[in-house]
C-alpha cells in the first residue's frame, strides 16, 4: 500500500488538533488501508435533518447542521436544489451493501466503488452523498457536470465539507471517482485543504491509503 508524503507544515494549523485515528472524530482518515476501530462503531448523535432525502438516513448532528447551511446557500446563490441519496451506514448495513455489489459486479469491481464493512465513511455519519432535484446523473460521474455538482465542487469546503474521491488522486484514495460523495471534516480543515490546494485526507496527512486492503 503506497504511503504518501505530508505537504509542508501550514504556519498556525496544528495537524495534530484532532485525531484521525478515533472515529468519532471529524478528522478519522478511513480507507483501504485503515479500517475503522472498533469495525462496528456507531455514532452517538444520528440525526435527520430537514431536507429532501432519496432514502432516509442519518448523519451526525455537526454534519447535519453544516449540511442544511450549505443546500440554503446553493439554493440562495445558484437557485439549485439537492437531496440526500444516502447517509450513515452501520456495519451490518455496509455488509449488505458491499456484498450486493460483488453479487452484481463481481468482487474486483466493487472494490473500486464500494467500501469493504468497516472500511466505509458512510458508517462513521460524517459522509454524505448527494443527489441534483429534479434527479441526474445520480450516483454517476456525470454528477461532476451537472449545475449541482459543480456547485458543490467549488463551494463545499465553506461548510466543511471535501469532495473525497476526486478523479485525478483515484491511486491515493483507492476509489474511483465519485463527485457526489462529500464527507465533512469541519470548517477549519476544509479551509487549509482548499488554501493549499490539497485534495485529499490522506495527503494531507500523510497517512497510507491506496488501491489494496490492509490486513
Known amino acids: 500500500m503506497p504511503t504518501v508524503t505530508p505537504p509542508p507544515l501550514v504556519v498556525g494549523f496544528d495537524k495534530t488538533a484532532q485525531s484521525i485515528d478515533d472515529p468519532a472524530s471529524t478528522w478519522v482518515v478511513a480507507n483501504k488501508a485503515r479500517a475503522l476501530k472498533p469495525q462496528e462503531y456507531v455514532p452517538a448523535d444520528l440525526v435527520y435533518p430537514e431536507v429532501r432525502y432519496v432514502n432516509r438516513q442519518p448523519m451526525r448532528q455537526e454534519v447535519a447542521t453544516a449540511l442544511v447551511a450549505m443546500f440554503a446557500a446553493g439554493k440562495a446563490e ?12 452501520s456495519y451490518d448495513s455496509q455488509v449488505r451493501v458491499y456484498n450486493d455489489d460483488v453479487a452484481r459486479n463481481g468482487q474486483a469491481f466493487a472494490d ?37 455538482g459543480e456547485w458543490l465542487a467549488a463551494n463545499a469546503w465553506r461548510f466543511g465539507f471535501l469532495l473525497r474521491y476526486p478523479a485525478d488522486k483515484v491511486p491515493v484514495t483507492g476509489f474511483t471517482f465519485e463527485p457526489w460523495h462529500f464527507r465533512y471534516i469541519g470548517v477549519p480543515l476544509a479551509t487549509q485543504l482548499h488554501t493549499t490546494g490539497v485534495t485529499t485526507l490522506e495527503e494531507f496527512f500523510g497517512v497510507p491509503g491506496g488501491t489494496t486492503y490492509g490486513p
Open 78 to 89: 445558484a437557485g439549485l436544489d439537492f437531496s440526500v441519496q444516502s447517509a450513515y451506514r
Open 112 to 148: 473500486t466503488d464500494t467500501a469493504r464493512p468497516g472500511h466505509s465513511e458512510h458508517q462513521t455519519g460524517l459522509a454524505v452523498d448527494i443527489s441534483a432535484v429534479p434527479a441526474k446523473c445520480s450516483l454517476a460521474a456525470c454528477f461532476a457536470q451537472t449545475p449541482q
